[in-house]
Structure formats: C-alpha cells, structure tokens
C-alpha cells in the first residue's frame, strides 16, 4: 500500500507547526516511558526517533526538527532518561532524521518501506559518525547498530504503517 501524501511542509510562521509538533513531541515523551518499562528498552527500540520521523515526513522537515530538539530535551527535564551526557547525541541524530525524512517525503510524496529504510540508515549512518565525533568512542557510537536494530526496525515497519494509515484516512475525509 502507498498512498501519495498531501505533504504539509508547514513553515514555523505557522500556528500548525507547533500544533503538529507538539503532538509529535507528546509521543516522543510517552512511547519512551512505556519502552522503558522493559529493560534495555530505550536502547533497544529507540522510541525517542519514532515520532520525530512520522512528523517530519507528514508535515516537513520544520515540524520534525522541532520534535527533534524538544522531546529528548523534556524528556531528560521530566525522567531522567535520556541522560544529560547521551543529549547531544540524540539531538543530533535526531535532528539529522528530520531533515532526511522530510527532504525524503518532499522528494518521494510517497513513504515505501524503501524510502523509510534510506532515511533510517541514512541517519543512523551520518549520526553514528558524529555521535563518534561528539564521545570519542566508536563502540558507543555503534550501540543502535549493535543493540538497536529492533528500533530501526520499528521506525521503519511502524512508520511506513502509520504513515500511510494517516494519508488513507485523510483520502478518505
């Protein structure tokens, strides 16, 4: 199933941009905590980049950079989780999934699991080698690659879902 997307590439002079953002972020700050029920469920599923990626390719790279830099920001304030020291890290990884996913969408106006699984590697790829840069260690770099396939997984089997759940039912308004 690949529905055409009615892209929203909503600019931040836009009260929809923060409306949508702030859904997005509510998300990210709820799928964490229930992950985090299970052990190792943060690094295993990396709930902190579902919601990010689901914004950014409906309604563009601004909305997913907003979520980017604010739910692992809040989350850090309100829980704990993630650590202020692992911050900059998921900020910029997560920053660099917005701006792929919404540069994806733009281009594809479809999101196939092809399209998600690029923008997830691609992400993954780019952000493990600043995340490498940023700590000085590249096994901790590594660690979505060496425990995380499972939330890669999931960003892109449940994005592409999501995704196209969310275009049909508005096809279908």
């Known amino acids: 199933m690949q529905t055409t997307l009615r892209l929203q590439s909503l600019p931040f002079s836009s009260y929809k941009t923060y409306l949508a953002a702030a859904v997005f972020i509510a998300g990210n700050i709820v799928m964490p905590q229930l992950f985090h029920l299970v052990p190792q469920g943060g690094i295993t599923w990396l709930p902190i980049y579902f919601f990010t990626l689901i914004g950014a390719y409906m309604y563009g790279w601004?909305?997913?950079?907003l979520t980017a830099l604010v739910s692992p920001v809040v989350n850090s304030l309100l829980f704990g989780m993630p650590v202020v020291d692992a911050l900059p890290a998921i900020m910029f990884k997560s920053s660099l999934l917005a701006v792929f996913a919404?540069?994806?969408?733009?281009?594809?106006?479809?999101?196939?699991?092809?399209?998600?699984?690029?923008?997830?590697l691609g992400y993954q790829v780019v952000g493990t080698l600043g995340e490498w840069a940023i700590k000085g260690d590249f096994l901790l770099a590594c660690q979505d690659f060496r425990i995380g396939i499972p939330g890669m997984l999931l960003q892109i089997i449940g994005g592409w879902a999501v995704i196209n759940l969310s275009a049909l039912i508005r096809h279908q308004e």
């Open 62 to 65: 601004r909305v997913g950079l």
């Open 102 to 120: 919404g540069v994806a969408a733009s281009r594809f106006e479809k999101a196939s699991i092809g399209a998600l699984m690029a923008v997830v």
